[in-house]
């Protein structure tokens, strides 16, 4: 029998405590969502890239691990759900090989990577009890559109109308919406149902939400499927609209109505879209995330105008309480989720001069601001930062009026000329009326800047922040 | 207190179960199949617009409740499944009802339709209780191809791969896959794999079975969601091919090969394809079916020669094995299906002369013969008909050479030229080598002959026997 003290089995016991907290901390999921077209197969394609391509040319100094020397490698691996999309990697980071290099295509749907991150972990017991340690982290792309259903489970067939319909009759809406109102106004809501007339109804109600969201900038699309039915176009469950004329009927009948009627069957709908599409969407991906990251372009609605940056500002708001679930919260009287922290980044920040980050950041927090202080308030760590997944600008300087001013230089979207300029504050605040009136903006849309060699790190602003941010506790 | 006596209270007794067991048979769920462009939507539009519309000009005098005038009216009602795609019944129509007519657009994946049918029940006592009595008929949509998937759940990764190559290696596939199978052979299986390689070579492999269904007009396609991937489009689980090299493997290293070698992963993906593609749609749906309908257009094998004739044979075959299941099938061994009728029809019997049906009833019989003999061994009720879901020819009576022969005329699809001919006759039996060689086929497709009016029925052949068969019993 071999001797060992008490002081000695109590130190091995928190050693070995200390061990296995270590290595069952080998796992992490994280989410990476924002509404379309901002900047999603880029960020995750930069994301993979800084680590895959590190120990090139990759320039990682705020993440711990790397900064430590302790990051061995990185590889992608066989990703966890084998009847989900790939997030096609090699097909994005080829567009930035191309020259001139190209934006890739944008995905749709939902998409997985899994990474396999090697690292020396700082701990010294398992320092001497193996050379690495091994992160799996599990990415998820999915639509910010998905995030915007939510809110639905909270409400009635009738309070979603309601809210739909007032949001339809205001500017910029209004305009494109009053036909398919009056069309809907002229219904019986209580005769029998025609479906092939519901069919076209909901099928010009779709091309009105890609109107808002494609031509006019909007942000608040609801119900979010509909503009990405995916498998289930033609279902009868994406064949619903908001009924817009409530008043004409009376609370009575309106209960009373069956299924077969107009009202009963968009009802139904309703109530079937919130349980196989919302609900199912939570609970087979949502609740498993342990990190998410919400992606947001400011600049484009600034560009649109008060309207659409209002309509953003909204946006972010039904965004954000899929992450504000304190106890009393519509979220987790319906689910448990797990997410942690919270990465809220405002993209393009390439496409401003430098100096205007922190105001980036200043407005982000303001768009945010309410989810934020219930976040804190919750303890799931939230952080916003300006980044630009893939540089497409230079910063320098420049003159004018004999003024030494900031300036980016970089290739116009549309037409890929070189040009340099300063495009413009970024607002600190909200803008209010007044601003509005007395301001416009005009960022431009820039490409690229110069492609990559293969195995070459995409230029970035922030990523390893961003990095340190989603991995560095579970790599030390 | 009442008087009754004891044998007016069994009296009663009975008819009140006639009545009971009357009411509760008032639904039934219809499955059409048929590998693709056997007809499956000509045949669902015409079914649904004979009932519709009956009462107009429809010739449905072997549909007994017709024939009894005891049909009284049927109409589409909404569907079961919400998040499953509707039927386009009403497009479908609307093909038929231009001028000139044409087919119309193919389904893809699954869809459902249901209809409410009104009927006078032949039964006295419910006659009495109630003036009418409704069946609902849920009519669900899927590809025959679907089918093809079934006999894998009996096979490893390794019989399914040699079955395929031996298969890929006879004429006709062999000169289109041979730079493949040689591509496939270079790969050492026991190395790391590489995803995208995968995907490209599992690409190279769909292309091939589109290649095989649509340009050579095979029938055996495996696995059959390739060449129909819906939501799984670019998901790793259809990223798998057969291993065209099992002899260079020792049977050791194949069983100790890790998820992450090529062999491992090829094995892996094909297991969790049986998991979540084939069995899902069995639980999800097949089980759920009550009657079966399984198109099969002969012709064009017979067209396009012996080799693909054989290759028809050899796909009923592995279609019929989800409808044989007696205790020691593969099917019974998994599932516990309810199948009790099963109709088996030739379609574009329009597309030959009337004389001539008998020899398809007859070829068609001999193509599903085994298992024709399995099914009524097992109670199964089996059906085989030669019919036209929508009538595209008129038969009549031409000379030739002085004699007279039995002529159709039609529109010919390709350019829209009316023409008569006697298209030829077809086999009674399954040709043999020497009849393939003595004799060619050369049928024609036609367009539908002339548009409906709006609510018109469809002119048909033995859409009422199909009615009679399917729906007969029901509508007692």
Not at 102 to 109: D, I, K, R
Not at 442 to 456: G, K, L, V
């Amino acid at each position: 029998m071999a001797f060992i003290n008490k002081s000695d089995l109590n130190k091995f016991k928190k050693k070995a405590g200390d061990l296995f907290n270590k290595t069952i901390d080998q796992h992490v999921n994280l989410a990476v969502t924002g509404l379309s077209r901002s900047g999603k197969t880029a960020f995750i394609s930069s994301f993979v890239n800084q680590l895959i391509t590190e120990g090139g040319n990759s320039q990682l100094d705020f993440f711990n691990p790397v900064h430590q020397r302790r990051f061995i490698a990185a590889k992608r691996v066989s990703q966890k759900h084998l009847h989900i999309g790939r997030f096609e990697y090699e097909k994005s980071v080829a567009a930035f090989e191309k020259s001139p290099p190209t934006w890739p295509e944008p995905t749709h749907g939902i998409s997985e990577l899994r990474l396999a991150i090697r690292y020396q972990p700082q701990d010294s017991l398992l320092k001497y009890a193996t050379d690495s340690a091994t992160l799996f982290v599990d990415i998820t792309d999915y639509p910010g559109e998905w995030l915007l259903d939510l809110p639905l489970l909270n409400q009635t067939y009738e309070q979603w109308s309601k809210q739909t319909l007032a949001l339809l009759e205001q500017a910029p809406r209004f305009e494109h919406a009053k036909q398919f109102i009056e069309k809907v106004n002229q219904i019986d809501p209580l005769v029998s149902a025609d479906e092939n007339m519901l069919a076209s109804l909901a099928q010009e109600y779709t091309e009105l939400l890609m109107y808002f969201r494609h031509q006019l900038g909007l942000s608040v699309i609801q119900p979010g499927r509909f503009i990405l039915p995916g498998e289930l176009v033609d279902a009868p469950i994406l064949q619903f609209i908001p009924f817009t004329n409530f008043n004409c009927i009376d609370g009575n009948s309106y209960q009373n109505a069956g299924d077969g009627t107009f009202i009963g069957m968009l009802r139904a709908r309703f109530i079937e879209y919130k349980e196989r599409v919302v609900k199912k969407f939570y609970k087979e991906h949502f609740l498993h995330f342990d990190r998410q990251i919400v992606l947001a372009d400011c600049l484009t609605p600034l560009n649109n105008g008060a309207e659409c940056f209002d309509d953003l500002q909204l946006a972010i708001n039904l965004i954000m309480e899929s992450f504000s679930y304190g106890q009393s919260s519509l979220f987790s009287r319906i689910f448990s989720p797990k997410i942690d922290k919270l990465l809220f980044a405002a993209t393009k920040a390439d496409h401003v001069t430098p100096e205007q980050h922190s105001n980036m950041v200043s407005l982000l927090n303001q768009l945010a601001y309410q989810t934020k202080h219930k976040l804190n308030y919750d303890q799931i760590e939230m952080k916003t930062l300006a980044i630009s997944s893939v540089k497409a600008t230079l910063s320098g300087k420049g003159k004018h009026q004999g003024q030494e001013i900031p300036v980016i230089q970089g290739r116009q979207l549309h037409d890929n000329k070189l040009i340099t300029l300063f495009p413009g504050a970024v607002p600190k605040r909200l803008p209010t009326k007044e601003y509005w009136d007395k301001n416009g903006f005009n960022y431009i849309n820039f490409s690229p800047i110069e492609s990559i060699e293969a195995h070459q790190s995409l230029p970035h602003l922030r990523m390893d922040q961003v990095l340190q941010f989603l991995l560095g506790d579970k790599l030390k």
